[in-house]
């Protein structure tokens, strides 16, 4: 007896189909990570009034203020301000959901857009078909395992 073939219910030899294994699992699927990115800015710039690097890093090693060397943004939050010092980087009378609200009304619409943006954007490429071509350079290269279009 065939090791492929096995004895269905009725007592005929059926074939059994092989399991394809995802070679590309691991990978990094670089139109995802873009999203995501750009997601994260753009609700940190709305809510906090900062980009995403200056929000999660700053103030954590000593330089708060850092980026703002000369005067300090009352409307600007870090993640360090909100967890060790909620009152440092923005005045005394504005509580965080003042800075959150104000923010967003500054800013919230052009971040939506951009988040908008970038999903359309996103879904245009892949529908021009420009992944398969980048996959392939990234296979030609020897990065193919490693990220994914």
Same mark, same amino acid.
């Given at each position: 007896?065939?090791?492929?073939?096995?004895?269905?219910?009725?007592?005929?030899?059926?074939?059994?189909?092989?399991r394809r294994t995802n070679k590309y699992k691991g990978a990094v699927n670089?139109?995802?990570?873009?999203?995501?990115?750009?997601?994260a800015n753009a609700l940190t710039q709305s809510m906090f009034g900062t980009n995403l690097r200056t929000f999660l890093l700053?103030?954590?090693?000593?330089?708060?203020?850092s980026r703002y060397q000369n005067f300090n943004n009352s409307w600007?939050?870090?993640?360090?301000?909100?967890l060790m010092k909620p009152?440092?980087?923005r005045s005394?009378?504005?509580?965080?959901g003042d800075v959150i609200k104000h923010n967003l009304?500054?800013?919230g619409a052009q971040q939506a857009m951009a988040i908008v943006g970038t999903k359309l954007a996103v879904g245009?490429?892949? *529908? +021009?078909?420009?992944?398969?071509? /980048?996959? *392939? +350079?990234?296979?030609?290269?020897? /990065?193919g395992k490693m990220v994914k279009f």
């Open positions: 007896m065939n090791m492929a073939a096995r004895r269905g219910r009725k007592g005929q030899f059926k074939k059994t189909s092989r670089v139109p995802n990570a873009a999203v995501s990115l750009v997601t700053d103030g954590w090693m000593g330089d708060e203020g600007e939050m870090t993640l360090a301000e909100m009152t440092q980087g005394a009378d504005y509580s965080m009304s500054t800013h245009a490429v892949k *529908k +021009l078909g420009v992944g398969r071509s /980048a996959n *392939k +350079l990234a296979r030609s290269i020897g /990065a």
